[in-house]
């Protein structure tokens, strides 16, 4: 990153919001569940599956985390009345984490609930590190309750997680595996690049040793490039291949051709405008882009 693009970055809240919606637009579906509709239908016809996620994170009251819950059950009839080939991915926080332990738990029951009914499935996100333990929490209750269409996250940069795959083996769970994407300190996280592969690699092998279902998720090809390698001998069911809306579409492509399950993470929502500068904040390169829209914008205006 750039002395240019560092300042960038930190300037990022300023840039009008237009433009950050101009350098978004490939990453999020829109601001309502119509897009993200129409995006998942192109995306299926691309032979991709994807999983719809509803915008909005560490919320402070409970009827904003119910209505939350309420949207995710009408993705839900969408994803079923329109045909779709897509599930569901929740940040905890969006349902009340942050308010309680057990209105989280009550939300998720309610999702899982209205998955269940067209055999739908939920994948929890894995939020920053003050989450981790409450999420895993979240997902052992939800297993203990009888619930099979839950899967979670796992953040390949955080040391404790060869311990919690470990912990998860006797559940055999649906795993989605990351690097994690918060800025976590060293003392909890792996910080080099790296090392943060390595632990991918490691956590990858201990998942499928173990038999469970594992969704790749990374662009890295370096990490796709190990991750071929390791599920060589599966069946094409047996895993799949996660990217983000808008990232490496080539190469998704190239997996979808070479037959592997690839699903794209789509999303929607009216809180566009915060994830937007949070996904560019963690993307330098987009920096420069912003800098020559907000120019122009300038200029035009001129
Ligand atoms: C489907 C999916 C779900 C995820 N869910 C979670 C989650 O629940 N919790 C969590 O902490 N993290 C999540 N992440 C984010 C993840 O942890 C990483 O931060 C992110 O994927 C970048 O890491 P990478 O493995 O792609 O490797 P990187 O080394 O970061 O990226 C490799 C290359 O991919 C391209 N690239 C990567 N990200 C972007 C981007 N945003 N825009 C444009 N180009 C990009 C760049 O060319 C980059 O050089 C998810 C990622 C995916 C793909």
Redesign the pocket.
């Known amino acids: 990153m750039t002395l240019l693009d560092r300042a960038i970055v930190r300037l990022l809240p300023a840039v009008p919001k237009p433009v950050v919606k101009f350098v978004s637009s490939p ?1 999020i579906a829109g601001p309502a569940l119509a897009d993200g509709v129409l995006v998942v239908r192109r995306l299926n016809r691309e032979g991709k599956l994807a ?1 719809i996620d509803v915008l909005g994170e560490e919320i402070t009251r409970e009827a904003e985390a119910r209505a939350i819950t309420q949207e995710y059950c009408t993705v839900f009839e969408a994803i079923e009345s329109e045909g779709l080939d897509s599930n569901a ?1 929740v ?1 905890p926080t969006a349902l009340g984490l942050d308010l309680s332990y057990e209105l989280c738990l009550e939300n998720l029951e309610t999702l899982l609930r209205a998955a269940a009914t067209n055999e739908n499935f939920v ?1 929890i ?4 590190s003050s989450t981790t333990s409450d999420t895993l929490r979240l997902y052992h209750d939800l297993r203990a309750r009888g619930f099979d269409n839950v899967g979670i ?1 796992l ?1 390949a ?1 955080l040391r404790r997680t060869l311990d919690d795959i470990r912990t998860l083996a006797d559940v055999q769970p649906n795993v ?1 595996l ?5 800025v976590e300190p060293s003392s909890i996280a792996f910080t080099d ?1 790296d090392a943060v592969r390595a632990s ?1 690699v490691s956590c990858l092998d201990a998942l499928l040793d173990q038999g469970s279902y594992v ?1 790749v ?5 370096w ?1 796709i490039a190990s991750a071929l390698q390791r599920v060589a001998d599966l069946e094409p069911l047996e895993y799949e291949f ?3 809306l ?3 579409e080539q190469r998704a492509d190239e997996l979808v051709a070479g037959g592997h399950r690839l ?3 789509v999303p929607y929502g009216r809180y566009w405008y915060e994830y937007s500068l949070r ?1 560019l904040q ?2 330098p ?2 920096a420069g882009t912003i800098a020559r829209a907000t120019v122009g914008r300038v200029l035009g205006r001129s």
Do not use: P, W
């Open positions: 990453y999983t991915s940040k994948r996100d894995m939020e920053d996250v953040q940069y989605r990351c690097k994690g994407i918060y690049y991918f969704g998720a990374t662009h890295d090809e990490l996660q990217m983000l808008g990232v490496r699903r794209v993470y996904r963690e993307n390169a987009m």
